[in-house]
């Protein structure tokens, strides 16, 4: 075009004073509410991390804010036979070990009875009713020394009280890692989640866009009934669904419960949002965009696939979060629509197997829980670079 | 060859009429400017011809096809908007070369194009960038470059120049003339509610008012000969003083019209006089400001500095007869 630029410098403004920053009652206020919030919000998080790196035996014990103290315990240990005693420096020993190797416990008073477990101190001696003294160490070690041999068949107990030093491991990681048919379970749910969240996406996408930037008669009306949708329980259509799953299976001759059947259910429960979501988002996108591609020669379809998908990443992202996360930790659609067999078990079903027969394996469970966090950890990192804030900033004044 | 013919348009919104009998005979390779207040319908008689509304009733007509019910793409025109409506996720070149991949042009002949029109408007270097690490200013040309590869029949222009400061303005504007001159074969539409700009690009202006063509004529024509008050309260930039009541008395008509340039301080046989209420210098000229207890103050231009300042006491006239407009009652022009 030639027409020369006429560049003109813009006078320098002059460097300004670099302000304090405002540190006032209220931001402190607002900043404390914050912090305490967020604390509330992951404690329950912190509290089954810790529990599942604590010994099984400790959490059976005591809860998890109490990880980093010694428990107190109280046991009993029976004291060896006559028949293991030894004869050293003219008198009679028996020696051993109340405590158990790698107990983690110290400990702290001893006593014949169950009333007297109090009354010594570790490494204190006392009289035996059998004959002698014993010395019971921290350790758990003990000598009884006696003058005269032991006749005693059986041992006699000492009842202690023990602190049981905090312990942490790994265990029960690798107890639920290697129980029978995780692995097995952990394909099944990635079986299970990953087309059930591209499917309804890939719906609601097509839906939403119609809905947003198509005119037809009604549109008004099915957006009503997508939304009205959203209030409909997942719990009251389980059986009617199944029930059609039934008569479809007789009909076609397959199997009612089985992949198919859950993806299809998970599609359906999750539209309802997904179509909102999305449908939200895309009528916010710049008119004049839609408008500039139809004038080049775009048509529906084109300009879904070419300027309505590529500017609703951002959604698009959040809403396959949300439904992934969803399905991978739903326990009820895949115990009503997935079979038994060892190939439809998801992961949610195999750590119930876990529990144990009173439901009492809470070493296991909370290992659990975080090894099927994993999976939806991955996809949040992933997609969370699609949040891209800006992505329309240049193109519309 | 990229005649527009606008027969009989009329366009409603519902129980709106937004365009009323509007009967337009653009030639081809005309550069024609709709101008006018806002809500007068200019935008949407550009939407009209470009095909994103619909006309009511009436017949548009591109080089001798009639394009009422054509798709916009099909019509031969591009568009040039408002807020430039780049592809905000496609580079500069892809955002060009859009419309040629949907119309299934082989890609060396796409990138011949996007080349060209991107050499014409010095955006060459700039092809890989994304619309948002562009000015203002370079993403109103990339805008056009877009609209340049569709070897449109017309040009339309949505208010293209609003959203730039003054002096990147100025620039475009004789970017955009420039552009005019070296596509003498294509029809340019422009709609804005600047009127330098439309005197400045036009061959000829339409002035719409309400959805009613008030007179279409060159830009001196227009100037020099309005057919309507509002034409003559329109066109010209400070606006022709209008005075009426007692004011006009002396030239027996209902409204006189009399522009800043036309007035001259008298001595002693001045026709209207007050007291200087504002002086404007604007360097190479001033316009001063006279309270002659009429509603709106008469303003009158004089070279260089002003001469008078405020509270002064001044006395014009009218620098004669040829350039003293008189309107009837209706707004119709009286002839003498």
Not at chain 2, 160 to 172: F, G, T, W, Y
């Amino acid at each position: 075009m030639g027409a020369p630029a006429i560049e003109m410098a813009a006078p320098k403004p002059l460097a300004a004073a670099p302000r304090a920053p405002r540190i006032s009652l209220g931001r402190i206020g607002v900043h404390l509410a914050l912090f305490v919030l967020v604390a509330l919000w992951t404690l329950p998080t912190i509290g089954l991390l810790v529990s599942s790196v604590r010994d099984a035996d400790q959490l059976a014990v005591s809860g998890w804010w109490t990880a980093l103290s010694a428990a107190d315990v109280q046991e009993a240990a029976r004291l060896p036979t006559a028949a293991d005693q030894i004869e050293e420096n003219g008198a009679f020993v028996l020696r051993g070990n109340l405590l158990e190797e790698d107990s983690g416990k110290t400990i702290a008073t001893f006593g014949t009875t169950n009333a007297t477990l109090a009354e010594n101190q570790a490494g204190d001696a006392i009289e035996m009713r059998d004959g002698g003294f014993i010395t019971v160490n921290a350790d758990g070690t003990f000598e009884w020394i006696s003058q005269t041999p032991f006749e005693h068949e059986r041992g006699p107990r000492i009842y202690y009280v023990a602190e049981l030093q905090p312990r942490f491991t790994i265990e029960n990681y690798e107890e639920v890692i290697e129980s029978n048919g995780m692995d097995r379970a952990f394909l099944n749910s990635l079986t299970l989640a990953i087309p059930a969240t591209i499917i309804p996406i890939v719906v609601a996408a097509f839906a939403a866009y119609a809905l947003a930037w198509m005119r037809f008669p009604g549109r008004t009306f099915l957006v009503v009934v997508i939304v009205g949708l959203l209030v409909v329980p997942l719990q009251m259509s389980l059986v009617p669904v199944l029930q059609l799953y039934n008569q479809i299976a007789d009909a076609f001759g397959v199997e009612a419960k089985g992949y198919m059947g859950t993806w299809l259910a998970h599609t359906g429960f999750g539209l309802p949002l997904a179509i909102f979501l999305l449908r939200n988002y895309m009528v916010g996108l710049p008119k004049e965009i839609m408008e500039s591609a139809r004038m080049d020669g775009a048509s529906h379809f084109k300009t879904f696939t070419t300027m309505v998908l590529p500017l609703s990443f951002p959604a698009l992202a959040s809403i396959a979060i949300f439904q992934f996360l969803w399905i991978w930790n739903d326990l009820l659609v895949a115990l009503v629509f997935l079979g038994s067999q060892d190939d439809q078990t998801v992961l949610t079903k195999q750590l119930i197997s876990l529990l144990g027969s009173y439901g009492d394996s809470w070493h296991l469970l909370t290992a659990g829980a975080f090894i099927s966090i994993v999976v939806p950890l991955i996809v949040f990192f992933s997609l969370q670079r699609y949040f891209v804030r800006g992505l329309l900033a240049g193109s519309v004044k | 060859m990229a005649e527009l013919l606008i027969e009989n348009v009329n366009k409603s919104f519902g129980k709106t009429d937004v365009l009323k009998d509007i009967n337009l005979d653009i030639k081809s390779g005309e550069f024609i400017v709709f101008v006018g207040p806002s809500g007068c319908g200019k935008s949407t008689l550009l939407r009209c011809i470009s095909g994103l509304e619909t006309i009511t009733s009436g017949t548009i007509s591109i080089d001798g096809r009639v394009v009422n019910n054509m798709a916009p793409s099909k019509r031969g025109i591009a568009m040039v908007f408002q807020t430039y409506a780049l592809y905000p996720h496609m580079t500069v070149y892809r955002n060009m070369a859009y419309s040629l991949r949907l119309m299934g042009m082989p890609k060396d002949q796409i990138d011949k194009k996007v080349r060209a029109a991107a050499e014409k408007l010095e955006l060459t270097k700039y092809l890989d960038r994304l619309p948002k690490a562009l000015s203002g200013g370079q993403r109103q040309r990339v805008a056009i470059g877009r609209a340049i590869v569709r070897d449109p029949k017309v040009f339309l222009f949505d208010e293209p120049l609003s959203n730039l400061d003054a002096k990147l303005r100025v620039q475009m504007r004789i970017e955009i003339a420039q552009l005019n001159d070296d596509l003498p074969d294509t029809t340019m539409v422009y709609v804005t509610h600047d009127q330098v700009e439309a005197m400045t690009l036009a061959d000829r202006i339409v002035v719409l008012r309400d959805g009613v063509v008030e007179q279409v004529g060159s830009p001196i024509e227009l100037y020099e000969k309005p057919q309507s008050l509002f034409v003559a309260g329109f066109i010209g930039s400070p606006q022709m003083n209008l005075l009426t009541g007692h004011n006009a008395d002396k030239y027996r008509a209902h409204t006189v019209g009399v522009r800043a340039e036309h007035l001259r301080v008298a001595n002693g046989d001045g026709v209207w006089s007050g007291e200087v209420m504002l002086a404007e210098d604007l360097g190479a000229d001033s316009y001063i400001y006279i309270d002659i207890g009429a509603d709106q103050p008469l303003v009158i231009r004089q070279d260089g500095k002003a001469k008078y300042t405020i509270g002064d006491k001044v006395s014009v006239a009218p620098r004669d007869d040829t350039h003293l407009y008189r309107f009837d009652a209706n707004g119709r022009p009286l002839t003498q």
